[in-house]
C-alpha cells in the first residue's frame, strides 16, 4: 500500500493551496479516506474524510469553512482544497486509508503516506 502526498508549500495568508493523495495498492475494503495534519510538539489533528464507496464525507469544526475534500479524478485519489489559509493550518499534512469509518474520525487509520509541508506566511 502505498499513500503519496502532493501540493504542500510555502503560501501567504489568505492564499489557498490544493492538496493531492493518490493512493495505490489499496483493497476494496480500503474505502476510508482522510486527510490529517500535526504541528511538532501536538496531537495530530483529522481534517477531512471521505468514504470513496458511498460518497459520506466529514470536515473537521475548525476548517469547515474554508476547506473541501473531494476525489480528484479516481476513487484512489483524493484532494484537499484549502482556502483562506492562516498561520494556524502550518502543519505536516498526512493522508491516510483505512477500511472503517470511524478510524479516520479518530486518526487511526491502517495506512499512512509520508505528509506534505504546508507553511502559511504572514
Known amino acids: 500500500v502505498q499513500l503519496v502526498e502532493s501540493g504542500g508549500g510555502w503560501v501567504e495568508a489568505g492564499a489557498s493551496l490544493r492538496l493531492s493523495c493518490q493512493a495505490s495498492g489499496l483493497t476494496d475494503e480500503d474505502h476510508v479516506l482522510g486527510w490529517f495534519r500535526q504541528v511538532p510538539g501536538k496531537d495530530r489533528e483529522t481534517i477531512a474524510c471521505?468514504?470513496?464507496?458511498?460518497?459520506?464525507?466529514f470536515v473537521a469544526d475548525s476548517v469547515e469553512d474554508r476547506f473541501t475534500v473531494s476525489t480528484d479524478g479516481s476513487e484512489n485519489t483524493i484532494a484537499l482544497q484549502m482556502t483562506r489559509l492562516n498561520s494556524h493550518d502550518t502543519a505536516k499534512y498526512y493522508c491516510?486509508?483505512?477500511?472503517?469509518?470511524?478510524?479516520?474520525?479518530?486518526?487511526?487509520?491502517?495506512?499512512w503516506g509520508k505528509g506534505t509541508l504546508v507553511t502559511v506566511g504572514s
Open positions: 471521505l468514504s470513496v464507496r458511498h460518497g459520506t464525507s
Open positions: 491516510a486509508a483505512s477500511s472503517i469509518w470511524f478510524r479516520c474520525r479518530t486518526g487511526r487509520m491502517d495506512h
